[in-house]
């Protein structure tokens, strides 16, 4: 047997931590509102759509940019929410979810050696894209404050600097939940002109702001030749398994982004990608009750936990709400989230997995909202047992 398994880029990386808790909840019986996924489907247009490509054929492979209805439905996403013009045909690119548009622009932008400026707590799938990469990760610490997350300005100006390649942001946030404001934004954007530092922005919880604001910052002042714009329909219309993302930017950034996506899986959901156009076309209706639904369960969920004991940091986005554990005498929440499913039958999430400086992060552990009603509520009265 060869000595050596794997490289030493991934040496460091096993088992996502969502398939550990996954499955931990599964041989236990928990609630899981560790994984973030809806166990609900979304609306019937949209899984209708895909049965009827599937009957009308659309099983091979599609264009290696996408399908150009799926190109034309995300261009006019983004003049509909945002006023932002896109050419579908080239500046469009669709993608196997977020998870594939971020790993082949990582792949296609970086050299091994640069470095990409990322918040921490950052999802997990980064540190392992740029470790592929051959990049180095360079942390801003997000830490709770008054009005929510927030992060120290001269520790961001120091971490920006001539050797910074790419800038990584994800807004609304995840784990934290944190919407980045107007000032924030600007202040990133002038930053990355002033250094000439490309941009990857992760937004695909978009739709799902429920204080603040979502902006794009490519719409930023010197930052739309710069800035690759990453979102996907899995969490907006709830079909997390179909993985359809895409990838906006200009040109000549998303030439080279396909050069390195049509070495990963080439192309990918053909029956999938008309039906997410079709998602992306319906009314106000259903994204106003979409983010009216999700509002409630961040409700539910916070208020449910609050009164269990944990401190409770309300987010202004996503579908995952932080909490500090230090209520129940300890400041592990790696071994608080593996006990959990024995002492109250849930399983939550250690945010810890997700800092580089794991003092930041121990004592905080994630819930996933993107529940149903009464599953939220089990979940609130098992936790009881906490008391």
Known sequence: MPQRLITSKL?????????????????TGAVNLGQGFPDTDGPTEVSDAAIQAIRDGHNQYPPGIGIADLRHAIAEHQQRFYGVTVDPDTEVLV???ATEALTAALLALCDDGDEVVVFEPWYDSYGAAIAMAGATKTVVTLRPGNNGYEFDEAELRAAIGPSTRLFLLNTPHNPTGKVFTDEELSLIAQLCVEH????ITDEVYEHLVFDGEHRLLATYPGMAERTVTISSGGKTFSFTGWKIGWAI??????????????????VNGAPFQPATAVGLRLGDDYFDGFLADMRMKRDL?????ESVGFTVYRPQGTYFVTTD?????????????????????????PNVVFYDNKSE?????RFAFCKKVGVLEEAVERLGALR
């Open 249 to 266: 930017g200009p040109t000549e950034i998303l030439q080279a982004v396909r050069t390195a996506k049509q070495y990963l899986t080439y």
């Open 11 to 27: 040496a460091s990386f096993g088992e996502t931590i969502f398939a550990e808790m996954s499955a931990l909840a599964a041989r």
């Open 361 to 365: 992060g121990s004592h905080l552990v």
């Open 325 to 349: 554990i230090r209520n129940f005498g300890t400041d592990d929440g790696r071994q608080f989230c593996l006990d959990l499913p024995e002492r109250a039958g849930v399983v939550a999430v």
């Open 196 to 199: 000439d530092v490309l941009v």
């Open 301 to 305: 969920l916070s208020d449910g936990l």
């Open 95 to 97: 993608t196997a979810g």
